[in-house]
């Protein structure tokens, strides 16, 4: 499959700082960290193919590759040779896809809310249930899942506002081809002892979805990497608590930059 140049919001100037979101969302989850970060970096948020204003979904889904190869393009077309990859969740698992396929592009890494293990049966057969859900039943059952799950225990209402219509905007069959991907998406916990570049990996101490335990041994199997835990933030920590998240962000950059 032939990699696309994605749809971006580009603001401010200096070293690329790229946002790759999460399922089933788009750029729009990253507003303030790409309107309250761009006098530090170029910062770039990244719709996915089949996202927000990105079109091109192929009738047989993307892959998790395609998505990186994708990323890779659209650096290309807008001329950034090295990127500080910023990326959460599934926007993670394309990160360490990216890292296999493009690291030579990769000055540093922060992920957030992710993991390296691959899906285990229980959750793939999952996967094939969200597919046929959202097929079947569109967006709406699984944002009522999705509310829940995504954010941290009596969510504030503008969060849960601010999501809503990105995840209902969601095509249904790019949410399906997004649970595919994931299903089939490579183990990455044996790459992370490759990872040479820094790398901050900040988790909501409240996510549900991915524990901070497993955070912190993914952590101690990168050479270089530093663990930022943020109270009081779920899942969607950049959406839930973007003042310390876009702290991390800085404290990572000065440390990549020296
Ligand atoms: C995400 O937020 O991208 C997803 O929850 C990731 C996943 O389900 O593995």
């Given at each position: 499959?032939?990699?696309?140049?994605?749809?971006t919001?580009e603001?401010g100037k200096g070293p690329a700082l790229v946002f790759?979101?999460?399922?089933?969302?788009?750029?729009?989850?990253?507003?303030?960290?790409?309107?309250?970060?761009?006098?530090?970096a170029t910062c770039i948020?990244v719709?996915?193919?089949?996202?927000?204003?990105?079109?091109?979904?192929?009738?047989?889904?993307?892959?998790?590759?395609?998505?990186?190869?994708?990323?890779?393009?659209t650096l290309?077309?807008l001329g950034h040779d090295k990127i500080d990859l910023v990326?959460?969740?599934?926007?993670?698992?394309?990160?360490?896809?990216?890292?296999?396929?493009?690291?030579?592009r990769?000055r540093?890494?922060?992920?957030?809310?992710?993991?390296?293990?691959?899906?285990?049966?229980?959750?793939?057969?999952?996967?094939?249930?969200?597919?046929?859900?959202?097929?079947?039943?569109?967006?709406?059952?699984?944002?009522?899942?999705?509310?829940?799950?995504?954010?941290?225990?009596?969510?504030?209402?503008?969060?849960?506002?601010?999501?809503?219509?990105?995840?209902?905007?969601?095509?249904?069959?790019?949410?399906?081809?997004?649970?595919?991907?994931?299903?089939?998406?490579?183990?990455?916990?044996?790459?992370?002892?490759?990872?040479?570049?820094?790398?901050?990996?900040?988790?909501?101490?409240?996510?549900?979805?991915?524990?901070?335990?497993?955070?912190?041994?993914?952590?101690?199997?990168?050479?270089?990497?530093?663990?930022?835990?943020?109270?009081?933030?779920?899942?969607?920590?950049?959406?839930?608590?973007?003042?310390?998240?876009?702290?991390?962000?800085?404290?990572?950059?000065?440390?990549?930059?020296?």
């Open positions: 499959m032939e990699p696309k140049v994605l749809a919001e603001r790759v979101h999460g399922f089933p969302l788009s750029a729009a989850m990253w507003k303030e960290q790409v309107t309250g970060l761009p006098k530090h948020g719709d996915l193919r089949g996202h927000g204003m990105s079109e091109g979904l192929p009738t047989d889904g993307a892959t998790i590759d395609l998505h990186a190869d994708d990323l890779a393009a290309d077309e990326a959460l969740s599934m926007g993670g698992y394309v990160a360490f896809s990216f890292w296999r396929r493009h690291k030579d990769v540093s890494l922060i992920l957030a809310d992710t993991k390296a293990e691959a899906d285990n049966d229980e959750a793939k057969a999952g996967r094939d249930a969200t597919a046929a859900l959202v097929r079947d039943q569109g967006m709406a059952p699984l944002w009522e899942k999705l509310k829940v799950g995504l954010l941290r225990d009596e969510p504030d209402p503008e969060v849960v506002a601010a999501l809503e219509p990105i995840i209902m905007g969601c095509p249904a069959e790019t949410a399906a081809s997004d649970a595919i991907a994931m299903r089939d998406r490579a183990d990455s916990t044996g790459d992370l002892a490759s990872i040479d570049v820094p790398v901050t990996w900040i988790h909501g101490t409240q996510d549900k979805l991915m524990t901070l335990e497993s955070a912190k041994a993914s952590v101690e199997a990168i050479p270089n990497a530093k663990l930022v835990a943020i109270e009081d933030a779920g899942h969607m920590a950049p959406m839930e608590q973007p003042k310390h998240f876009n702290d991390a962000v800085l404290a990572h950059l000065e440390w990549v930059r020296g």
